[in-house]
Structures are given as C-alpha cells and as structure tokens.
C-alpha cells in the first residue's frame, strides 16, 4: 500500500492551460509538502502545509496554489502553464511529535512536460 | 538561511570498494537529517534518517553520521556494488516546516 501517492504520474499539456496534481498520504502524517525537481536535478521546497494550514511559500507564483482538503490531501493547482515550469514535481509528508520529525515520504513524482 | 552542500557532485569507483559521501549544512538548528537514492527517472526512496540527538545509523551496508555541533553528516557505504549506482541526496529538516536539500552526488559502481 502506497504511502504517498501522486496523480497523474505524466502530464503533457498546452501553455495557458490549467493543470492539477493530486497528493494523498495514509501515514497519518501533519506536515505535506510541495517540491519542484528542475532539470538539473536540484529540489526545492515550494509549499509546506500542517494540519491544512499553509506554513511555508517559498516565493512561489501565484499561478500555483495548493489546496489542502484535509490532513491527507495535498493538492496542487496551476493557471496559465509555462514552459518554464515543466519540470518533476513530488509530494511529501512528515511529521512533528514529541520534539522529533518523523522521516519523511516522498510521492513518485508527477512529470509535468508543457509545450 | 540553511543551506545544504553535498560533495563531491559525483564520484567513479570500481565495484567492491568502500566510500563515503560528504553532507555539510549551515544551521545546526534541525530535527533530523535524511539520506535518500534517487534512481534515473524515479522517486525518492528514503536510506537512513538521523535524529538530532543521534550520532549515526546503519541499515545493511549503509552507515550514516551526524556532528551537528559542525554541521556535517557522512554517508558510507561497504562494498559497493553496481545496483548502488544512483544519485544520493541529503536533506535536512528544520524548526520552519521545511526539509531543505543538497545538490547531490552522482555515485557510479564500476563493474
């Protein structure tokens, strides 16, 4: 059974077009995150959310906004697509007790191409 | 601002040897640090995760370190063999919600 689990694993779609990418995690974990893998591998934290409340904005676009329906859902909308922003896009969850953050699980990524 | 280094970039050796990869961050300032492997084209899957009041952790072949008083973590690896060949990562998870990552390192096994 999946930990973390992301849809759609490929997306290919039109500049200007509209996009989502759903997060759902069974860990019962608090914390969800939102990274972007560019094309030179390196992975940067965009979103952070715990207990559905936004923590972290990495000085994200505001093409891109997150939506947090409950504690296991973290889902990623983003208006107007670019070609800059294709890229692997990958969920994550962890979480916070007794002074320790647990390790964190990662989705297996979404690769989002736009043309 | 914690930012994490990892060196070196990428690293060439021949099957069977031992070698360890170097992890540096800033702010000491963290709960824990975590190693991952990514494989071409995957996900991440997680290696070891050291607290912040540990000093290392070992998983077969693997053995992580923390010196968190220097900011620094190594990861070594026995014997290595082909089907180690990925990219490591190092990643550590501060007060902020946020879990900040280094560069990476490119580990090819020769066979």
């Known amino acids: 059974d999946t930990a973390v689990s992301q849809t759609p694993k490929y997306l290919v779609t039109q500049m200007g077009n509209d996009k989502s990418i759903k997060c759902e995690q069974n860990?019962?974990?608090?914390?969800m995150y939102w990274y972007k893998q560019d094309s030179k591998k390196f992975l940067k934290i965009m979103f952070s959310?715990?207990?559905?409340?936004?923590?972290i904005n990495e000085t994200v676009p505001n093409r891109f906004s997150p939506k947090s329906p409950d504690k296991a859902h973290l889902n990623l909308h983003i208006n107007s697509l670019e070609l800059g922003d294709s890229a692997v896009y990958f969920c994550?969850?962890?979480?916070?007790?007794?002074?320790?953050?647990?390790?964190?699980?990662f989705g297996q990524g979404t690769r989002l191409t736009v043309v | 601002k914690q930012e994490v280094t990892q060196i070196p970039a990428a690293l060439s050796v021949p099957e069977g040897e031992n070698l360890v990869l170097n992890c540096s961050f800033t702010?000491?300032?963290?709960?824990?640090l975590q190693w991952f492997r990514q494989d071409p084209g995957k996900g991440l899957t997680s290696l070891l995760l050291?607290?912040?009041?540990?000093r290392e952790q070992t998983s077969g072949r693997l053995n992580a370190s923390l010196d968190k008083s220097s900011g620094r973590s190594t990861l070594y690896i026995a014997a290595s063999q082909p089907g180690d060949s990925a990219t490591y990562l190092c990643?550590?998870?501060?007060?902020?919600?946020?879990?900040?990552f280094g560069s990476g390192t490119r580990l090819s096994i020769r066979p």
């Open positions: 994550a969850s962890s979480s916070l007790g007794q002074g320790a953050r647990t390790e964190a699980f």
């Open positions: 860990l019962g974990h608090d914390t």
């Open positions: 959310y715990n207990n559905k409340e936004l923590i």
């Open positions: 702010d000491s300032a963290i709960y824990n």
């Open positions: 050291i607290q912040s009041s540990q």
């Open positions: 990643a550590v998870s501060s007060s902020a919600s946020k879990i900040i």
